[in-house]
């Protein structure tokens, strides 16, 4: 028996949008990923999507692919959010569908920046929720005024993620392996806590996946982290301290004297244009973004190992 699944004209193109949406990934953070599609008597006449941070927008990007711009007139655009009204990097994209006489506007999203909603329509229903998450990062970015958190943790059967003493035990698949690598390709910054580095001594790198190292975070107060381990074989880093007079390159001291004060470590981070990031924390860690309310989405993976004994975890 073979099924037949039957959309929209609607649907349709707001499905390709997402498809353009989502070539833009992390190379657009931490802005939207958004794409664009412009529809004239049925038949696709422009597309478009934000490529890169501060370039054009979607919409731009799908009318300057129209040949004939006269086109345009009377066209429809389906775009996965909102047209922006405001001047950023820049011109406000509302002006850019007035100017060229495009009649209809099929949204996914709504823009936070927004002030009034356009005389726009959305699409609704389980696409608008695509669109939704397609750009949870940003939406959280703009909302909280901190990045969108990740965690990720592995235990054994028996609840453990770590071995007596801390010591380290695989605990993933290699199926898991690669998962967790597209997690960190995914998110601008992954995160540890000095605890973690001392004992694993990571790369906090991308290996198992195609695609770009997120930048490393080390909450280390006191600089216990020695310059040789792996967390410093390159620049790409930012350590969190609290101590006065911080020695390593890539540092930021937190106002406070303890890492209690989370949330403003965060919300720095986002001044600095970080809208998502990857935790992949030891229990203290974990302990305090729980506390604080900080986790957006927590990954479990479950290993088969059972370990008898050793650091314990409380999800």
Known sequence: MVYHIFMNADEKYMKRALELAKKGGRDVAPNPMVG???????????????????????EVDAVNSVKNKADLEGSTLYVTLEPCQHQGKTPPCEELVKKH???????????????????????????????DILNKFFFTWVKEKR?????????????FVAGQGGQVVHL????????????RANHQAIMVGSGTVLNDNPQLNVRHVEGKDPLRIILDSKLKVPADYNVYKDDNYLTIVTTDEPTKLNTWRSPTKHHACLRR????????GISSILVEP?????????KGKLIDELIVYESEKALGSGIPIEL
Do not use: M
């Open 101 to 131: 006489g495009i009649k209809r506007v099929v949204c996914g999203s709504k823009d936070l920046f927004q002030k009034k909603t356009g005389d726009y329509e959305f699409i609704g229903g389980n696409l608008e929720k695509e669109c």
């Open 265 to 272: 470590t965060l919300r720095h981070l986002a001044k600095e």
């Open 36 to 58: 664009a599609v412009i529809v004239k008597d049925g038949k696709i006449i422009g597309e478009g999507y934000h490529e890169i941070y501060g370039g054009p927008h979607a």
């Open 147 to 159: 990045p969108y958190i990740t965690v990720k943790v592995a235990v054994s059967s028996d609840g």
């Open 282 to 290: 030891g229990p203290k860690l974990y302990k305090a973004l729980k």
């Open 172 to 183: 993933t698949s290699k199926k898991q392996d690669e998962a967790v690598h597209k997690l």
